[in-house]
């Protein structure tokens, strides 16, 4: 089943300034239409009160809504789909828990890792990290344009075809190179929620991705 998988994807965390539901409101307002709810700082309870408001907000302004990990909320709330990121996560297995309606993202740090996303059905694929970043910290290679630029050329040449988009350490200024590498978009967080006005930062991503 072909999913609508978004250019550009925003990804929620917890933040000192604004609330997760703060950022789906301002993200919805300035035309997000794909919302990745990733927080895990907090107990059930609390991730399903954040989860449903954040669901009618996206349902409001026809967002996808997607959480980060937390499979076991599946149909507790209005959740379109679930980004894993454990790179060893078997998404076969996932996919049968799962079904075919609901979008399944994965991550990956190598071309390797692309490869077996792709053979295993997932529907999209972040990769990274493209530069430093301090919102989701690890000891991976920084993949730089050049990475990309190799990783699209393999899966070209072995005919995947993956919805692949870079993460970490994304800013404004990186995304014309990116996107010339020939992935298909961009995950961006900090870059945007971390912006003096991040519904303008949002809309500056929106416009140089379209």
Known sequence: MKKFIEKLQFISHDLDTLTHIQQAQIACEAGAKWFQYRCLTKKDDELLKDIQAIAEICDD????LIVTDHVHLN????IQGFHIEDMDADFNALRAQLGEAITIGGSSNTVGGLIRLAHEGVDYAGFGPFS??????????LLGTEGYVAAMQKLREMHIELPVLAVGGVTLNDVDALMATG????????????AADMASAYRDFYDKIR
């Open 132 to 141: 430093v970043t301090t919102t989701k910290p690890n000891n991976a290679e």
């Open 183 to 194: 992935i298909f978009g961009i995950a961006a967080s900090a870059a945007i929620n971390q």
């Open 75 to 78: 149909g507790k709330a209005d």
């Open 61 to 64: 302004w026809g967002a996808t």
